[in-house]
């Protein structure tokens, strides 16, 4: 799809994409669909059940941490604070 060849040129330059969930409750499952798989195979991040508020803060964060998408993905998909409802 052309989000999902979106998502994989800006993840093949060093751009961290998370992706959330319109849903008022439940997780970004990457997996359960097929434009999610899609995106997930492309190297998005899920952005679990956070709120996009707490995404964008989140994300901010980690990339004043680090650099290296493979440490902001394990940032950001762990609980750090309670902004996580699932581990």
């Known amino acids: 799809s052309e989000v999902a060849d979106g ?3 800006l993840v093949d330059n ?3 994409v998370v992706i959330g969930t319109q849903m008022e409750h439940g997780v970004a ?3 359960a669909y097929e434009a999610g798989y899609k995106v997930h195979e492309a ?3 899920s952005g679990l059940d956070m709120t996009t508020e707490a995404a964008l803060t989140k994300l901010m964060w ?3 941490q ?3 998408i493979a440490e902001v993905r394990d940032m ?3 609980n750090l604070v309670g902004e996580l409802s699932v581990d």
């Open 14 to 16: 060093g751009i961290a």
């Open 29 to 31: 499952n990457l997996q």
């Open 43 to 45: 190297g998005a991040i």
């Open 66 to 68: 680090t650099e290296d």
């Open 7 to 9: 998502v994989k040129k």
């Open 76 to 78: 950001m998909t762990s």
């Open 62 to 64: 980690c990339l004043a």
